[in-house]
């Protein structure tokens, strides 16, 4: 398995389990393209904490309502109020 490679803004980065202090460094999402305080690296890129809890909201949508086409209700149960 591939190592998670992880970069800091102005702090460093551990890559390949290596840490690498660097106050120069600059963490950049390459999927919103903002500057941000950490990204982690995904394939060619990199993703911030936002995009990737976005992403692994979306697969959690995409397989409850692909995978339970006959749940009319929610993954959770009923919601009281």
């Known amino acids: 398995m591939p190592s998670i490679d ?15 202090t660097d106050p ?6 390459t999927l919103c393209a903002r500057t ?3 990204v982690a690296a995904i394939g060619e890129g990199t993703a911030c904490a936002v995009c990737l809890r976005e ?7 995409a397989r409850f309502r692909l995978c339970e086409p006959k749940s009319t209700g929610t993954p959770w149960g009923k919601v009281t109020g």
Not at 6 to 20: M, N
Not at 24 to 29: D, E, H, L, N, S
Not at 55 to 61: I, K, N, Q, Y
């Open 24 to 29: 120069t460094i600059v963490a950049k999402c």
């Open 55 to 61: 992403r692994l909201d979306a697969l959690s949508v």
């Open 6 to 20: 992880v970069h800091v803004s102005q702090a460093g980065s551990i890559v390949a389990g290596e840490l690498k």
């Open 36 to 38: 941000v305080e950490a």
